[in-house]
């Protein structure tokens, strides 16, 4: 049926188009009513970041949390064969070397049971995130101006909450025991803290600091450092508090003009080296003192892990897989230590489970997902698209302690979102508010809609 002249058809989302990512035309709306669509983000998103990953102490939304990637494969599968994605081969490279070959390879080293071996490859699953994201997001078609507005208060509401339960649990609800907890914890270097999930906690600073720099107000610097304020009292994880500072730093110094730009990293480069130099030749015995029990937890792990490899160049290339904690074979049987953790051993640690070639290629895919996302928001004012690439940097600042196997869909949800932020911006004529301006989106959709 021919379209009458003059009457514009209005273009309903009605189903994913193939190759749709999505292109740039008028979205005319939301799936949703508004109310609907806030409430639909603010409950898938968490599940998404995994937020409820590790704490085993909410038994549903753990589980839930597990099961995401299998209840989004077909989304998955649809945005593999269907969508146009920045990055996919990359994608689909490691994820035939960590699924295919790594469980096999964990068969023949460690004496893994073929369950045991495909089971020890669901912590890389939330990779997959990208493409049922991507996928998702396109089906709801929210609105920027809503989307921006469910993660940035995500991220507030992150800080609220964790400042609310430090002052009203008592200290006996805190453990010293991972196995029996893993939000509320004590220890003897860092005392009472809570290990809050932060994912929505960090994109809110480095969005912060990217609306500060592009407008200057004072709430949002305000905010910036009471975050900080909660995660050195409450939070005290010091290599993420120390990788957010850098990349808030760096985000700052980005925004600067050319020439001040300059003049910032030249004094960064002369004044940091002095500093840690003097820190190391006079509170070297401090310094050590101060990482405590970690410290040494880290090198029991990293001498028995080196041992292990030891000169056999086919597990220094290939690794040797990894076990579960509940299957027949575990490392801590294998090594006679319950105290090696696989974790806490950064880029080593991904050697030892997929060699330096699985190393490569995890540390290509997350390199060109920085370059993809970089790539797509190039030229763009929106400090939440740059907060993304800010989100990909503070991984990979932070992966000298923390495996980067371990929370990967992170990295598949901040290149969603920028990859469906930066398409549809220009689309939906939206121009990003100043920080202090955001709010929930809950009732008519905007005008530039």
């Not at 028995?304 to 990894?322: Q, S």
């Not at 990003?432 to 959709?445: D, K, L, W, Y």
């Amino acid at each position: 049926m021919s379209r009458q002249a003059g009457i514009p058809r209005r273009a309903a989302v009605v189903s994913l188009p193939r190759g749709f990512v999505p292109p740039r035309h008028v979205v005319s709306g939301e799936r949703f009513s508004g109310p609907a669509m806030t409430i639909v983000l603010i409950v898938i998103f968490p599940f998404f970041a995994q937020t409820f990953y590790y704490l085993h102490e909410f038994p549903l939304p753990y589980l839930l949390s597990k099961a995401w990637p299998v209840l989004c494969a077909p989304l998955t599968l649809y945005a593999l064969i269907n969508m146009r994605l920045p990055a996919k081969h990359m994608f689909l490279f490691f994820f035939a070397y960590a699924i295919g070959f790594t469980p096999l390879n964990s068969i023949v080293r460690l004496g893994n049971g073929l369950t045991d071996a495909f089971i020890t490859t669901v912590k890389v699953w939330p990779l997959t995130y990208y493409f049922a994201l991507s996928a998702l997001l396109v089906w709801l078609a929210p609105n920027v101006r809503r989307l921006r507005a469910v993660v940035v208060g995500l991220g507030y509401a992150t800080f609220a909450i964790m400042i609310l339960l430090w002052f009203i649990l008592p200290t006996s609800a805190y453990v010293n025991d991972p196995a029996l907890g893993k939000l509320l914890m004590m220890d003897l270097e860092r005392g009472y803290r809570i290990y809050m999930p932060m994912f929505f906690g960090s994109l809110l600073l480095f969005y912060l600091t990217r609306s500060f720099m592009q407008q200057p107000r004072w709430l949002p610097a305000l905010a910036v450092l009471i975050g900080f304020i909660a995660l050195l009292s409450i939070y005290k994880q010091r290599t993420a508090i120390g990788g957010m500072f850098l990349v808030c730093v760096n985000a700052a110094v980005l925004s600067l003009a050319p020439q001040r730009r300059l003049l910032v990293i030249g004094l960064f480069l002369a004044v940091v080296p002095l500093g840690i130099g003097y820190l190391v030749v006079h509170n070297a015995d401090g310094l050590v003192e101060s990482l405590g029990g970690s410290l040494t937890v880290r090198q029991t792990s990293l001498a028995l892990a080196t041992n292990f490899l030891g000169d056999d160049p086919w597990r220094w290339l290939f690794g040797v897989g990894a076990t579960t904690r509940f299957g027949s074979v575990t490392l801590a049987d294998i090594f006679g230590n319950s105290q090696f953790f696989i974790a806490d051993l950064g880029w080593f640690g991904i050697v030892f489970e997929y060699g330096v070639l699985g190393a490569l290629l995890l540390a290509g895919l997350y390199g060109w997902g920085l370059y993809c996302v970089l790539s797509a928001t190039r030229g763009s004012k929106d400090p939440l698209a740059l907060a993304m690439s800010d989100y990909i940097i503070y991984m990979l600042v932070t992966s000298t302690v923390y495996s980067l196997v371990f929370t990967p869909g992170e990295l598949g949800v901040v290149m969603a979102l920028a990859v469906y932020i930066t398409r549809t911006r220009d689309s939906q004529g939206y121009v990003a508010p100043p920080a202090h301006r955001i709010r929930f989106m809950t009732n008519s959709q905007p005008k530039g809609h």
